[in-house]
């Protein structure tokens, strides 16, 4: 394949920064994966391309699409010409738009099929058309996010599950997952405590402080003291969710594996913004990890994580002392997601973990 010259350059630096969702995806590959999504695809539909690439488009549908027009945009992708249409999908949030789209197929110089583009463009709400009989399109729109957020959730748990089976099944290991389930259920005791304010924002300080709570009166034993100081900050719920199950990780693992041979010690949490965007932090003042220890980047990924799995048995260590763990992969999998950038210092004492996201916009 010939190398990018400078004008290839100059028009990838200019799709990336473009104002317009755009994505390739792969005719060649089978299910025509994403392999190419912008900037402005993060911004419209709040998916990372960490997240889309690898995936077929389909997953921006949800309970408010029209299985028609998904039937429509089979039979033209299957009639090989560029095509336009509008139909209802779904950001990460679960919140639901009009999504105009454009396909394009893409020709290599002998003619065959190598790739479709695709335009994705959200329509105003005014041009939304009335919603279905008998249902406010408030409520409607809220059922449809709620709809929609459960149905990802539980294929996360789901996912976490199948991860955690494909190792040793242990007491620990079934605590572990009841506990992240645990996080994700108390997102919607938050959400519905909101009294119909809607579903896309949450009070994200308030859900993690709740988190620390439960998952400390689970964990830590009488002598481990826990504070928890969370500033009061709105985020979207998707991102609070990942956010809620990274702090039970965290957690989990200070308790477990911080004091190991001691009778006291101090856990702190934060969550607080800072000059650049916002901060969660758990510090604790137990034995340190190892040295050299690289937790939780043993594993690259969570694909790479359930290769391992298949292929070796053994102890299921979520420390990342020795092989990396499942709750490693969980860590890496959704700082991914989250877009952030995550810290883990050795002090003198302790452990220091930094998680930061960028501010909500
Ligand atoms: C380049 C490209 C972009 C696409 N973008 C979207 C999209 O934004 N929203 C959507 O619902 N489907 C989109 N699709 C369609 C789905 O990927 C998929 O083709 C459709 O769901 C029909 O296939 P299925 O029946 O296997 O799901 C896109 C497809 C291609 C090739």
């Known amino acids: 394949m010939p190398s990018a010259g400078a004008g290839d350059d100059l028009i990838g630096g200019a799709v990336q920064r473009s104002s317009v969702a755009m994505i390739v995806a792969d005719a060649r590959l089978e299910d025509m994966p994403i392999t190419y999504a912008n900037r402005a695809f993060e911004t419209l539909t709040l998916y990372s391309r960490e997240f889309a690439i ?4 389909r997953f921006l549908q949800g309970p408010g699409t029209d299985p028609a027009d998904v039937d429509r945009i ?7 010409e560029e095509f336009q249409l509008t139909l209802v999908n779904h950001r990460a949030d679960g919140a639901p738009f009009r999504n105009s789209l454009l396909i394009s197929p893409v020709h290599d110089d002998d003619g065959t099929l190598a790739a479709y583009f695709g335009i994705l463009r959200a329509v105003p709400e005014a041009e939304t058309g009335p919603a279905p009989s008998g249902v406010g399109s408030d409520g409607l729109s809220l059922l ?8 990802n959730h539980l294929a996360m748990i789901v996912s976490m599950i199948r991860i955690q089976a494909s190792r040793d099944v242990t007491p620990e290991s079934l605590k572990a997952i009841s506990r992240r389930i645990e996080a994700l259920g108390l997102l919607y005791e938050e959400l519905l405590s909101r009294n119909g304010e809607g579903t896309d924002q949450i009070a994200a300080g308030a859900y993690l402080s709740r988190i620390a709570t439960v998952v400390s009166g689970l964990e830590a034993r009488g002598s481990i003291r826990t504070n928890v100081e969370c500033d009061d900050i ?3 719920v998707e991102q609070a969710a990942r956010l809620g199950l990274l702090l039970s990780e965290f957690l989990t693992n200070a308790y477990e594996h911080a004091f190991e041979g001691r009778h006291s010690g101090y856990v702190e949490v934060r969550f607080h913004r800072t000059s650049g965007g916002i901060r969660l932090s758990v510090e604790d003042d137990g034995v340190g990890l190892p040295e050299g220890s690289t937790w939780p980047y043993g594993a690259a990924s969570i694909e790479d994580q359930r290769d391992r799995a298949r292929s070796e048995t053994g102890e299921l260590d979520t420390t990342g002392h020795g092989k990396s763990g499942v709750g490693g992969s969980i860590i890496v999998a959704l700082t991914q997601s989250l877009g952030a950038e995550l810290n883990v210092l050795r002090p003198k004492r302790g452990t220091i973990i930094t998680l930061d996201i960028d501010p909500p916009e």
């Not at 690898?54 to 488009?57: A, F, K, M, W």
């Not at 449809?144 to 149905?151: A, S």
């Open 234 to 236: 709105d985020l979207p």
């Open 74 to 80: 089979r039979e033209n992708l299957r009639s090989g």
């Open 144 to 151: 449809l996010e709620l709809q929609h957020r459960v149905k």
């Open 54 to 57: 690898g995936r077929n488009c």
